[in-house]
């Protein structure tokens, strides 16, 4: 079983940061992806970017420039940091990890962009 907990969410102003980070517990393997996804309220859950252990990366489109993710050489800490962030990056931020045809998923921390 695998566990995630996210954190590092909040309040923020339009244009400002923050770094979300999120860490992997129990039977993880070193061969997975771990990455972020955001659900805004009214809409689908979509991936913001994604990780793997080799450190090969995607991102949205919509965050491209403006989020990095990381992740440490053990593979079981992620962060994404957040900058210029937008009102329209509101959204709840969840934690994900992918292995062996498995997906896990954190509760999610909420991020709030204020115009």
């Known amino acids: 079983q695998v566990q995630l907990v996210e954190s590092g969410g909040g309040l923020v102003q339009a244009g400002g940061s923050l770094r979300l980070s999120c860490a992997a517990s129990g039977s993880i393997f070193r061969s997975n992806v771990m990455g972020w996804y955001r659900q805004a309220p009214g809409k689908q859950r979509e991936l913001v970017a994604a990780?793997?252990?080799?450190?090969?990366?995607n991102y949205a489109d919509s965050v491209k420039g403006r989020f990095t993710i990381s992740r440490e050489s053990s593979g079981n800490r992620v962060y994404l940091q957040m900058n210029s962030l937008k009102p329209e990056d509101t959204a709840v931020y969840y934690c994900?990890?992918?292995?062996?045809?498995?997906?896990?998923w954190g509760k999610g921390t909420l991020v709030t962009v204020s115009s």
């Open positions: 994900n990890l992918g292995q062996i045809g498995m997906e896990y």
């Open positions: 990780m793997r252990i080799g450190g090969s990366t």
